[in-house]
């Protein structure tokens, strides 16, 4: 009988300088059982709000990554520490863990955008490549699979779901992130997704991954 098959599914939120403030772990089968999952505030950046504050960018209050926004962003982290939704954390200590859901599952790597993801783990001390050689980046495999067919482009004409017109050619390309994808895999009733690591690993990639496996052959 064939080993068991495990995927460890990693989503990040970041610092400004491109540290991880919020990881989302969860480990699954190829049927989209959990065996594991963490939730950790890496304390190294998180806690320095002043010389690590969280990603933002220009724009106002209704805006999740506006500088507008960061007092909620930040209270809603402190509300997840207070209810047990999340842990804080050292990057050593996440290794520690990282290094276990190794030994015990030797699973496959898989990150909804895994350069990025793989880039700011490195920035942080984060052995997550090291340690998971074996990986694919689940948006250009979501993409291959479901991106270009009719269906998908229906999908998105139907729901509005475009980018920003370029400024060179005018071009609105096509939505391909996990929000969409999770919705047009899950149903359009699917909220949006929060932007919270472990959240968006465990209810948007998860399910994305499952669907991929299930619908792919090995």
């Known amino acids: 009988m064939a ?3 495990f995927f460890v599914t990693i989503d990040t939120e970041t610092t400004q300088d491109g ?23 890496i304390g190294d950046f998180f806690s320095d709000r002043e010389t690590h504050p969280l990603f933002h960018v220009y724009g106002d209050k209704n805006d999740i990554f506006s500088a507008a926004s960061l007092p909620k962003r930040y209270a809603a982290y ?7 939704r999340r842990v804080l954390a050292s990057v050593g200590a996440v290794n520690r863990f990282l290094s276990k859901v190794k030994a015990k599952y030797n699973p496959t790597l898989t990150a909804y ?8 783990m490195d920035n942080s001390g984060i052995i997550a490549n090291e340690l998971f050689p ?3 980046c689940l948006w250009h495999a979501s ?11 229906q999908f998105a004409l139907e729901n509005h779901f475009f980018g920003n017109r370029t400024n060179k050619t005018g071009h609105m390309g096509i939505k391909t ?3 969409v994808m999770a919705k047009y895999l899950l149903g359009i009733g699917l909220a949006d997704e929060p932007h919270t690591a472990l959240e968006d690993a465990k209810y948007y990639e998860l399910p994305i991954l499952t669907a991929l ?3 792919t052959s090995p």
Not at 26 to 38: F, L, P, Q, T, Y
Not at 78 to 84: F, I, V, W, Y
Not at 113 to 120: E, I, K, Q, R, W
């Open 113 to 120: 955008n895994l350069a990025f993801d793989s880039n700011v």
């Open 177 to 179: 992130n996990a929000d």
């Open 134 to 136: 074996d990986s694919f």
């Open 3 to 5: 080993a068991k098959k």
């Open 19 to 41: 540290k991880v403030a919020d990881i989302g772990i969860v480990v699954s089968d190829r049927k989209g059982n959990i065996h594991h999952e963490a939730g950790i505030l």
């Open 213 to 215: 496996v299930k619908n």
């Open 143 to 153: 993409v291959a699979k479901w991106g270009n067919t009719k269906a998908f482009k």
């Open 78 to 84: 402190e509300q997840m520490l207070q209810d047990g």
